[in-house]
């Protein structure tokens, strides 16, 4: 009797597949290492005048936020500044400071005092309501969202309840928790959805990410002419914002435009690779949204409003923490772009890149680090925690087993 064949050795993962969830975790662990180096724990007084800027480091008497304040200089600080040794300090040692107020200083003509809160400070004295009003914005994202994604499988033929699109979409939030790697909540989001259309799944996967990148389009397009409308206030930045929009513009409508598509023989590419006729199923997919042009336009507003929201609640959370520095239209740049920027897989979750670009943003805008930083954690802890309150539609009627759900979304493609 003849010996049954062996089945060949399976391939084992690539270098880069085995060790990059390792790299994300260092990557993340380094950078924000470095921003919380930078970031002062201890509160700052800043003078800024003809000799250049410089800063000692103390502790505020009574309430910092207002335009006018009472710093006392830390015990065993090394000699001064002279701008700051010509100030009269009163019985407590403290120093009465004026924000932007024109002051002498010797021969280095007028100069302005300014401060800065440190980290351990910022927290303390956060607005508890702020972060409670933060918090219901952001559920109110994530409702936004779900019916976004509601309206988009409708324009793909695929009519669920709208119950079933948030029930998903809860899922997939969770499991940005619990699953690793870069796919995460949408991978499991898109394996559900096509077990639940077998005679669909090529339209809802795509669902899903038309999904993502339409967000991620309008994100851009806000960022874009927040940064045109602020004038010269982000010069270091304008040039990548404007052209992250014009290149997401000029991408979506090679996308759905037939003709262009023709002239550009991105059929002809699909018929010829591997896996044509799969990548051909996706793409009928995509150009299915281009005959529902009303529906694709309901879904823009759709997702303009969620980014409204979204923006509304970073604005709320930086006001609890104390910023009085940024106008409200500032947030309409700083909040698209360091989300942008977090989306990249550099770490996990985007946890320590976000906060940098966070930090350096509203710091460039002359506002508090220790505050952008502080708005970047918050946010993000926000979010979890509506993801894990999310975890809650594992029980819902309809629901997977959580067992089933990790064994799909961990056998998946990495």
């Not at 391939?11 to 790299?23: E, T």
């Not at 002279?82 to 100030?87: G, M, T």
Request: proline content about 5%; overall charge positive; glycine content about 10%.
């Amino acid at each position: 009797m003849a010996a049954p064949a062996s089945s060949p050795p399976a391939k084992g993962k690539s270098w880069l597949a085995r060790w990059r969830w390792p790299l994300q975790i260092g990557c993340a662990v380094l950078v924000l290492a470095w921003v919380l180096r930078m970031i002062p724990w201890t509160d700052v007084a800043l003078h800024t005048g003809a000799q250049g800027a410089s800063q000692v480091q103390g502790e505020f008497l009574g309430e910092w936020k207002a335009d006018r304040v009472r710093f006392r200089v830390r015990e065993g600080e090394a000699e001064l500044p002279q701008a700051f040794r010509d100030l009269a300090r009163d019985g407590e040692g403290a120093w009465t400071l004026e924000r932007g107020a024109a002051v002498a200083s010797g021969a280095a003509g007028e100069s302005h005092f300014d401060w800065r809160p440190g980290m351990l400070r910022v927290f303390r004295e956060m607005d508890p309501r702020g972060l409670a009003l933060a918090l219901s914005l952001f559920a109110v994202g994530q409702l936004i969202v779900a019916t976004r994604w509601w309206r988009l499988l409708r324009g793909a033929g695929i009519s669920v309840p709208w119950f079933e699109s948030l029930r998903l979409t809860c899922l997939g939030l969770f499991f940005n928790l619990a699953v690793p790697g870069l796919t995460g909540g949408d991978l499991v989001k898109a394996v559900l959805a096509a077990r639940a259309h077998p005679e669909m799944k090529p339209q809802a996967v795509v669902s899903i990410v038309f999904d993502r990148l339409l967000g991620l389009l309008c994100m851009a397009l806000l960022a874009a002419a927040a940064v045109v409308a602020s004038g010269s206030v982000f010069d270091e930045i304008r040039v990548p914002v404007l052209a992250a929009a014009v290149a997401g513009v000029l991408g979506a409508v090679a996308l759905l435009s037939r003709g262009l598509r023709r002239a550009l023989g991105l059929e002809w590419l699909l018929a010829r690779l591997p896996l044509g006729g799969v990548l051909r199923k996706l793409d009928d997919a995509v150009t299915t949204y281009a005959t529902v042009p009303g529906e694709l336009a309901f879904c823009v507003l759709l997702s303009f409003l969620n980014h409204l929201t979204v923006i509304g609640g970073i604005l709320v959370l930086g006001r609890a923490f104390g910023d009085t520095v940024l106008s409200w239209t500032s947030y309409f740049a700083v909040a698209p772009v360091a989300t942008i920027v977090s989306a990249l897989p550099i770490a996990p979750g985007g946890w320590g890149w976000g906060e940098a670009v966070y930090s350096s943003l509203f710091a460039m805008l002359g506002a508090s680090a220790a505050i952008g930083l502080a708005t970047s954690i918050s946010f993000r802890l926000l979010q979890m925690a509506i993801s894990l309150v999310a975890g809650l539609f594992l029980f819902a009627p309809g629901s997977a087993r959580l067992s089933d759900m990790k064994r799909m979304s961990q056998s998946a493609p990495q």
